[in-house]
C-alpha cells in the first residue's frame, strides 16, 4: 500500500501579498489550468478559498476577451 504524503501548501498570493489578479496576466492565469484549459481545483493549486474563486472569476474573464482558450487544442 502506497504511502501518502501530506503536501504542506502555503497559498502563492497569500504568501506574496498579493491583493490583485487581472485577467490581462495570462502567464499567471495559465499555472491555474490544467492542459485542457479547466480550472484546477484548490487541492491541486494550494491557493486559498479567497483568491482561487478570484482566479477563477479572472480566468472566466480572460476566456470572454479572448486572451485564454475555452478548449486545449
Do not use: W
Not at 502567464?27 to 491541486?44: A, C, M
Amino acid at each position: 500500500m502506497p504511502i501518502k504524503r501530506q503536501r504542506n501548501t502555503v497559498c502563492v498570493f497569500c504568501a506574496e501579498g498579493v491583493n490583485e489578479i487581472s485577467f490581462r496576466d495570462t502567464d499567471v492565469l495559465r499555472r491555474f489550468t490544467s492542459s485542457q484549459n479547466k480550472i484546477l481545483p484548490r487541492k491541486k493549486t494550494g491557493s486559498c478559498a479567497k483568491h482561487q474563486r478570484k482566479i477563477a472569476r479572472e480566468i472566466k474573464r480572460a476566456r470572454e476577451m479572448g486572451l485564454l482558450g475555452y478548449r486545449g487544442q
